[in-house]
């Protein structure tokens, strides 16, 4: 930059002035700093300073971000597809007159699946449980759905069990057979196994309940109904009065039926556990049965899942800190501008 | 090349601090001589500065700026902190209308008019700093701006002011 540029003509001859009567250091003063010898530097030195630092650790936050949902999505995407979550422990009682003691076992289950039935979920063995298994099958054409819906039919007759409802329907190229079985529970695996191989398992549904306790509590409740009942006869066959003998008598049939209910709704339960419910809908269609993602895919999807939940929180904790930051920023700034008009004062002022 | 080296790459070593101090030296001494109007403070400033930019010379980073304009950044700071000491100083002590020094001869440098000399001394610390910084120093706009902590656009403005009431003192003086 020229000096013409720098200073308005009118101020050109005080400038010269200025600028030739400039002051200058004195040798004590030139001695002095000339010992100044700065520290000598890590061969590895970390400069630290904010500027360098905020980067830094964005980048390594991104980093672990991507790292972190990278290593889960290899975790869960190589675990298999088959899930099963227990959702409670039963306690079991067991008292005089109700069905003999037996170890507890999950209250209930429950299995989603697409793979084959080998995985599906046994019954608790020695347990009461509600089995209930919908299958989802796709067979290659309408002959073979007919043959196929026939055959389920027929083993479920030789398994022991029966035919609560069945659907078959074949307009046009495609085709539909739903049928709703009840099938011994001890054999309700061999049921799904052969059903499973009519064709392409599209899907596999199995729910278990767990029926022990209820049936257990119907069974407390109606030793202690007899005990009741019990003690009431010992008491009608003694001397009463009239009043006394018309009430015990009612009290006495109102118990009576009321372990009849009971016991009704005891041996539906229990009949309930001994006969699985089997809900077989097998179709025809064009579309093959969608393949299991494989394991790239489902790595991909899982990391694709963590790196979002990690954007939520993010954008939470942006949500929860950014009227912090806002106002600490604020803050800082307001300060950085009294500290300059103070020091602008101070220079005014000297 | 790795971070690491990177940042040691463009980091001056012992020797560069050697030659910045040997070429700005004056002008650091010329700077803290007119911000502070007195030349023995302005020595001992100019040394506090070189002392303290030797602590920190390892923080100095050159493409942020030359050396000329940290220094002169440091020496402000210096200055500031020295002005702010001896505001604290003259408050605590009650004796601020008595510690008015009577001027020296040529503080501001060598061979001025006694005019200009007494003009200079009756501008404020804020305007002979802009002066000395784009007229005796002859930085940028940009550097000087830096150096202040303002706008480049604030800084003209500044040099603007300056200029004339100098050149107002320096004529009632002439006057006078």
């Not at chain 1, 010269?16 to 700093?33: C, F, H, I, K, M």
């Not at chain 1, 190229?173 to 599209?202: C, D, M, N, W």
Request: proline content about 4%; aromatic content about 4%; overall charge positive.
């Amino acid at each position: 930059m020229s000096r013409l540029e720098l200073v308005d003509d009118r101020f050109g001859k005080l400038a010269e002035e200025l600028r030739a009567g400039r002051p200058v250091a004195s040798d004590e003063l030139r001695a002095r700093v000339s010992a100044f010898r700065p520290a000598p530097r890590r061969r590895f030195e970390l400069d630290l300073s904010f500027r360098r630092l905020v980067p830094a650790v964005g980048i390594a936050a991104l980093a672990a971000a991507v790292g972190v949902a990278g290593v889960l999505g290899i975790v869960h995407g190589s675990a298999p597809t088959h899930r099963a979550v227990a959702e409670a422990t039963a306690v079991h009682r067991s008292t005089k007159g109700s069905l003999p003691r037996r170890p507890p076992a999950r209250a209930s289950a429950y299995a989603f699946s697409a793979v084959t039935s080998a995985d599906a979920l046994r019954a608790t063995s020695g347990r009461l449980q509600q089995y209930d298994a919908v299958l989802r099958v796709r067979v290659s054409d309408q002959r073979e759905l007919s043959k196929r819906t026939q055959e389920a039919l027929r083993l479920t007759g030789k398994l022991g069990g029966y035919v609560v409802s069945a659907r078959y329907a074949a307009p046009g190229k495609s085709g539909q057979a739903v049928l709703v079985l009840r099938v011994p529970v001890e054999h309700v695996q061999t049921a799904i196994a052969q059903f499973s191989g009519y064709g392409s398992l599209v899907a596999q549904q199995i729910v278990l309940k767990d029926l022990q306790r209820r049936v257990d509590d119907l069974g407390v409740r109606i030793g202690r109904l007899r005990a009741e009942i019990a003690s009431i006869e010992h008491r009608l066959a003694g001397s009463l009065t009239p009043e006394q003998r018309t009430a015990l008598e009612q009290r006495l049939q109102r118990d009576r039926n009321r372990v009849e209910r009971l016991r009704k709704a005891r041996s539906s339960s229990v009949g309930r556990a001994q006969l699985a419910r089997v809900s077989l809908t097998m179709l025809v269609g064009p579309k093959p049965a969608a393949a299991p993602a494989g394991r790239f895919r489902r790595t991909i999807d899982d990391a694709g899942s963590v790196l979002l939940r990690e954007l939520e929180l993010l954008v939470y904790a942006l949500v929860v800190a950014g009227p912090l930051l806002a106002i600490g920023g604020a803050g800082m700034l307001a300060g950085r501008s009294v500290r300059r008009r103070a020091d602008r004062r101070l220079l005014e002022r000297s | 090349m790795s971070p690491l080296r990177r940042i040691s790459a463009v980091k001056p070593g012992a020797r560069d601090f050697a030659e910045a101090a040997e070429r700005h030296l004056d002008d650091v001494h010329a700077f803290l001589v007119y911000l502070t109007g007195d030349r023995n403070v302005a020595e001992e400033l100019t040394s506090e500065t070189f002392a303290r930019a030797c602590e920190r010379w390892g923080r100095y980073d050159p493409r942020r700026g030359s050396a000329r304009t940290w220094l002169c950044q440091l020496a402000r700071s210096t200055a500031l902190d020295h002005f702010r000491a001896e505001d604290r100083r003259r408050r605590r002590e009650g004796r601020y209308a008595l510690d008015v020094r009577e001027p020296e001869d040529a503080v501001f440098g060598e061979g001025l008019s006694p005019a200009l000399e007494g003009a200079l001394a009756r501008l404020s610390a804020a305007e002979r700093e802009v002066l000395v910084l784009r007229v005796v120093l002859e930085l940028d706009g940009e550097s000087a701006a830096r150096v202040l902590g303002i706008s480049a656009t604030a800084c003209s403005t500044r040099l603007s002011r300056a200029l004339q009431k100098l050149e107002r003192e320096v004529s009632a003086g002439v006057a006078a």
